[in-house]
């Protein structure tokens, strides 16, 4: 297959299609599995750069150093990042620097375990190692359960975009509502473990590196396929054709480059879905210029993502491998009302999840549990109060995206700096303090927490919010008012007695003059 204009600018026709979706899409997904999948140009970019695309600070070690650690025994691992000393370093500093933790520090599950036994032996860290023991586990799961599901799930999600502009989000989770999560799981484990074992030649890292390519591509569209099938298809459709591969990420060289000297703001807000569109076009042209010849090419059967069906969305009721009825409810559909007693429901959602969001960054972090905000029972009203305001206030904004971004940022940012200048005014006491952080704003607010903002009130309303309301209403009309009546019960006992005995604590709280 030969590289020309025609599959940049079908890419890039597939790009513009419902823009502001697409990369959301690729950021989220992207952010959540953190993925390999810049392997190669990323690599590159390394060498010719001279220095990792990802900034190693003193408190990070690379493999070996952890290796050297554990040996020697000298060097003392740092859970928490230090000040920031330098502008470079306080362009680092915040949530999304320091979720990177111990495990994926280490670069793999392994020299996690590594670290954790070395803390246990030499260091009598116990508690951080069960910390990281358990973040090891955690991730193990993920990784074969969540990672690679959703990798395929985005592809699919491409795959569909290329003929169906109004594709919705929740074809991420394709294989979930398949139902073959233990096969794709399995071939998509396997081809990890092999090319890791491969990475170890470097050189047939690299060539097998394109000769695996295709399998989610293959799973996306046939999930049923065998280990030994998804290997062999991908290997056709490689065939002579690993160096245009190669030579796509070449092209794309530059880009990448750019885009590590602008706080990786090209690849939010173009790279990573661009090179989405490009490889689900590379990926059918392909399969259309290959497939008769194949052997095994009864098995990519799903003529309607080849095909356009003259529809606005993917038909479902044609798709060779059917959707299981019983979950339905990972459907989305954000043009709901929430009516009834969902405005409670999905006020608690959000708060929990907030507060199990900061609970996990501190967890990561220090390595001890510390329960965050300024009640004492497991909720944030803060999230909670933004979230309801996004879904209910915004609502306006749903058939706007861009807008519905923007007026995330706005309505959230808002509330922060708010309460953060109330707590203040009152308790004389700071929750959180981003001073030091990229373009913050006394402290109270920072560019990173904005844009954090506004990717999650997107993904809650396109997203999460129409799912968690699904699952809600499997609950009976009995159930779903007792669980309110229960939850504000609860919170009003909690509000009234943390007025008087606010938590603060290490961890939790500082001083504020």
């Known amino acids: 297959m030969k590289i020309d204009r025609t599959l940049f600018r079908a890419a890039w026709k597939d790009l513009r299609s419902r823009y502001f979706l697409n990369i959301m899409i690729a950021f989220i997904v992207g952010f959540l599995v953190k993925d390999g999948y810049h392997y190669t140009s990323d690599w590159m970019a390394e060498e010719v750069a001279g220095s990792a695309v990802h900034a190693q600070t003193e408190d990070k070690k690379t493999n070996f150093e952890i290796l050297e650690e554990f040996i020697i025994g000298q060097r003392l691992w740092k859970l928490k990042a230090p000040e920031a000393d330098t502008t470079a370093e306080k362009y680092t500093m915040g949530y999304l620097a320091v979720i990177v933790n111990e495990v994926t520090d280490s670069g793999s599950l392994g020299f996690g375990v590594l670290n954790g036994v070395n803390k246990i032996l030499f260091q009598g860290r116990i508690r951080q190692s069960v910390v990281i ?115 796509l990420d070449l092209i794309m060289l530059p880009v990448t480059l750019l885009d590590n000297a602008c706080f990786h703001l090209i690849s939010f807000f173009f790279l990573d879905a661009y090179r989405e569109c490009i490889y689900s076009e590379f990926y059918m042209g392909l399969r259309e210029a290959k497939l008769p010849a194949m052997t095994g090419s009864k098995l990519l059967y799903d003529v309607y993502l080849a095909v356009g069906a003259k529809a606005s969305v993917y038909p479902d009721e044609h798709c060779p491998t059917p959707y299981l009825r019983h979950r339905q409810w990972l459907t989305t559909d954000c043009e709901r009302d929430y009516g009834g007693n969902t405005p409670v429901l999905l006020f608690f959602f959000f708060s929990f999840i907030g507060w199990a969001w900061e609970v996990f960054f501190y967890l990561i972090n220090d390595g001890s549990f510390i329960n965050r905000g300024i009640l004492t029972g497991p909720w944030l009203p803060i999230y909670g109060v933004g979230g309801w305001i996004v879904i209910y206030g915004l609502r306006f904004l749903r058939k706007k995206p861009v807008m519905l971004f923007a007026g995330s940022i706005l309505v959230c940012g808002g509330i922060e700096y708010g309460t953060s200048w109330l707590l ?16 913050n704003v006394h402290g109270r607010i920072c560019l990173e927490g904005l844009l954090l903002f506004g990717v999650a009130g997107v993904s809650m309303t396109y997203f999460v919010a129409p799912i968690v309301d699904n699952l809600f209403h499997k609950l009976s009309g009995r159930a779903r008012r007792l669980l309110c009546m229960v939850c504000i019960a609860l919170f009003l006992v909690d509000c009234v007695w943390s007025a008087g005995h606010p938590n603060m604590g290490n961890g939790i709280t500082e001083g504020f003059h």
């Open 133 to 247: 023991f358990g973040m090891v586990l955690l991730s193990a799961a993920g990784w074969i359960f969540w990672k690679n599901l959703l990798l395929v799930g985005r592809c699919r999600y491409f795959l569909e975009r290329r003929l169906y502009p109004y594709t919705r989000a929740d074809r991420i989770l394709f294989v979930y509502r398949t139902g073959n999560i233990g096969n794709v799981a399995r071939i998509m484990l396997l081809r990890s473990i092999r090319q890791t074992l491969w990475n170890l030649t470097i050189i047939g890292g690299v060539i097998k590196y394109y000769e695996y390519l295709m399998v989610p591509y293959v799973l996306a569209e046939n999930p049923t396929v065998t280990t030994k099938e998804a290997f062999a298809l991908s290997s056709q459709l490689m065939q002579k054709d690993k160096k245009t591969a190669f030579l």
């Open 424 to 439: 203040e005014l009152i308790l004389h006491k700071r929750w959180w303090d981003y001073t030091g952080y990229f373009l």
